[in-house]
Every structure is written in structure tokens, then in C-alpha cells.
């Protein structure tokens, strides 16, 4: 499975841009696709996840009312629309997925296939 994310760029406070993921390869064996971002400096952090089906989205308490994951069925690409976007929300965001069902769905190990990241800066 090759992810690549895309959509990131500059925008100020309080606004919005959607990231896409498109998947490629054999995507029939993806059961869970996550967002995760990593900001300079900082560890990478947990953001949103959404099964294949396109069902059960969960998300970090931080993003929580402001971001929503989605999926295209027909495109296979999953989507993260961040609205009222904040200067903490700076980072490279990536997506990752993985064929099985995990315990903690939350944490970067859980899955197997990542995409390379795409930055969001968040001006002030």
C-alpha cells in the first residue's frame, strides 16, 4: 500500500484547508487509515483515524469539533478538513493505515504503511 498526503500550505488563524490521502496499491487490505502530525521540536502526535469503510472517525480531544476525517470510496483517498485552524496546529501531517484492527489505534506503531507528510503552517 503507498499513501501520499497533500493539500498543506500557509494559512492564518482561523482558517481552514483540507488535507487528502490517496491510496494506492492493493487498498483492499486497509482496515484503518490515521492522521498523525509532528510539530519542530515536538513528538509526533495523534490526530484523527477513520476505518476503510469510512465508518467510527475518532479523534484527538486537541482537534476534536475542528477537524473531520473523511473517505472517498470511489477515490480511495481519505480527507482531513481542518477548520478554525490555530498556530499550535503547525506541523507536517501524515497519513498512515494498516490491514488489522489494534488495540491502540492512536499511537504511530499501529500502523504499517505511511505516506510522506505534507506542512501546515498556521500563521498568527
Known amino acids: 500500500v503507498q499513501l501520499q498526503a497533500s493539500g498543506g500550505g500557509l494559512v492564518q488563524a482561523d482558517g481552514s484547508l483540507k488535507l487528502s490521502c490517496a491510496a494506492s496499491?492493493?487498498?483492499?487490505?486497509?482496515?484503518?487509515v490515521g492522521w498523525f502530525r509532528q510539530a519542530p521540536g515536538k513528538e509526533r502526535e495523534f490526530v484523527a483515524g477513520?476505518?476503510?469503510?469510512?465508518?467510527?472517525?475518532f479523534y484527538a480531544d486537541s482537534v476534536k469539533g475542528r477537524f473531520t476525517t473523511t473517505r472517498d470510496n470511489a477515490k480511495n483517498t481519505v480527507y482531513l478538513q481542518m477548520n478554525s485552524l490555530k498556530p499550535e496546529d503547525t506541523a507536517i501531517y501524515y497519513c498512515a493505515a494498516d490491514p488489522f484492527s489494534r488495540v491502540h489505534p492512536t499511537i504511530g506503531s499501529a500502523y504499517a504503511y505511511w505516506g510522506k507528510g505534507t506542512l501546515v503552517t498556521v500563521s498568527s
Open positions: 477513520i476505518r476503510w469503510s469510512g465508518e467510527g472517525a
Open positions: 496499491g492493493p487498498t483492499f487490505s486497509i482496515y484503518i
